[in-house]
């Protein structure tokens, strides 16, 4: 059977009355969808202190990154691409074009108008607006459309002229994605009124009720002499009641270990949560171990943002500008460098840590660890020991003796050598398993006294000695030993 090309279930296939009635594209927010396509409920869940800071963090953490500008391909085209690419961007602000765009990640959905410029003989970027998403809507063709009051359909708008993409959901029928909004709704909902209960409780239990008690003889105007009366309770210093009212205080009494500060932190930590996928960047955490982990999950939360961001201006602004500038040109990709540069100085310590205990590095491992620039010591540069040299005498009779020849040290090092691997792989495996358990590096090298010893191997100690004997011999009277 052959395969068929088209199409078969677009989403106005599911609903085509309501696709006939509706032609713009509804969201799937049930939040949003109830209040008519408002986002005022949205802005203001980011006035909540916690979602600001989260939020905040969340979003600096990809601004504050480095900006790469890539060539697409070798070719000079390519690179030409690239560079006019690159001066594009540095005319720009834009990382605050980028943190503008971010809040797509909210809201589910961001949009910016590009507003194009001839610069000589090229088109170019003069600015880029980010637009409130709540004026624009897609059609059931997936085309983007302006609102407005004369056009409540939504107008058309011109191709290659917004960039926009949208994030999250869980099909591809929801052009307007699924932010974190939705999900903070209720958390920051629960909070605001935990407060506001909170303050009750603080002002019952910070003074008391004022309770007043009147004759059955009262008339209005004395019942609201002893209203006026018990309010001054609150402010005055002393009070006047009719004679016969009576005024007592009323002291409030609770029981129960639970709090609204409790409440309030788990709201805090489910806030913490939705946006950063963890808690301790934010709040305390119970160990530095812990925060180290949690800070894995916010930096890869933080490359998420990155690629969404950067590979939408790839695949939208990057291209059309490759296109009209460029043709054939491979388009040029930018991208964040989100990845903090690793610990030389403490990777060079766990490398010469495993080298004396038997195992060198290669010639890849070192470019991709360091770098390049590095090239491997030849034998004829390195110092030999003063036991191997030549016209060294021997201790015994006073004789010099001759240096042993490369094939006799190839030989005695690859004696040496043969079957370490056995005797040294349980040091090895604990030696790397007590290297990830350590929290820090002053750790690591305050109890690294303490863990060697308790690895020794009677094993691995013979064969030493005995290959240093071997080696000693051998420089002393020039023979091979094996």
């Not at 201006?313 to 930018?334: M, S, Y």
């Not at 010591?377 to 240096?403: D, F, I, K, R, Y």
């Amino acid at each position: 059977m052959r395969p068929v090309f088209r199409e078969v279930a677009p989403p106005e296939a599911y609903a085509p009355v309501r696709g006939f009635l509706e032609p713009l594209r509804q969201p799937q927010d049930r939040i949003i969808a109830a209040r008519g396509y408002d986002f005022t409920a949205y802005e203001e869940i980011l006035r909540d202190d916690q979602v600001r800071a989260t939020f905040q963090q969340r979003r600096l953490a990809v601004v504050s990154r480095e900006l790469v500008v890539e060539a697409g391909g070798n070719r000079a085209i390519d690179r030409q691409a690239a560079d006019f690419l690159r001066e594009q961007i540095e005319a720009l602000p834009f990382d605050d074009i980028t943190d503008k765009m971010l809040y797509g990640t909210f809201f589910g959905w961001s949009v910016a108008e590009l507003l194009w410029s001839r610069q000589g003989r090229w088109i170019g970027i003069d600015a880029v607006k980010v637009r409130k998403r709540q004026y624009f809507r897609i059609d059931l063709d997936g085309r983007l459309r302006l609102v407005t009051a004369a056009s409540p359909q939504g107008q058309l708008l011109p191709e290659r002229k917004f960039w926009w993409f949208q994030i999250g959901g869980d099909t591809d029928d929801d052009p307007y994605g699924l932010g974190l909004a939705p999900h903070l709704y209720w958390p920051v909902w629960f909070k605001r009124n935990g407060l506001k209960f909170w303050l009750i409780f603080l002002e019952k239990f910070g003074a008391p009720t004022a309770v007043g008690k009147y004759p059955k003889s009262a008339n209005d105007d004395e019942k609201t002499r002893l209203r006026e009366a018990l309010q001054a309770i609150q402010t005055e210093a002393t009070i006047e009641v009719p004679e016969g009212f009576e005024v007592r205080l009323l002291e409030a009494v609770r029981g129960g270990n639970a709090t609204y500060r409790e409440f309030i932190a788990a709201m805090d930590a489910a806030i913490s949560k939705v946006v950063l996928s963890q808690t301790m960047t934010t709040d305390p955490g119970s160990s530095r171990a812990q925060a180290e982990v949690h800070m894995d999950v916010r930096q890869e939360v933080v490359k998420a943002d990155s690629d969404l961001i950067c590979g939408s201006f790839n695949g939208q602004v990057a291209k059309w500008l490759t296109e009209w500038n460029f043709p054939g040109a491979r388009t040029p990709k930018i991208w964040r460098r989100v990845e903090d540069d690793p610990d030389l100085e403490a990777i060079a310590r766990r490398d010469r840590i495993i080298l004396e205990l038997g195992y060198r590095p290669t010639e890849t491992y070192i470019r991709e660890t360091y770098g390049e620039g590095y090239e491997p010591v030849s034998p004829a540069t390195q110092q030999q020991p003063p036991a191997l040299s030549e016209g060294h005498a021997c201790p015994h009779c006073g004789a010099l003796a001759e240096a042993p020849s490369r094939d006799a040290l190839d030989g005695l090092a690859d004696d040496a050598l043969d079957g370490w691997e056995p005797l040294i792989a349980p040091q090895m495996e604990a030696i790397l398993r007590f290297m990830e358990d350590a929290s820090s590096l002053d750790e690591l090298r305050a109890r690294l006294g303490e863990v060697l010893p308790a690895l020794e191997n009677r094993a691995v100690v013979e064969r030493l000695f005995r290959a240093r004997l071997a080696a000693r011999l051998a420089g002393e009277t020039g023979a091979e030993i094996r």
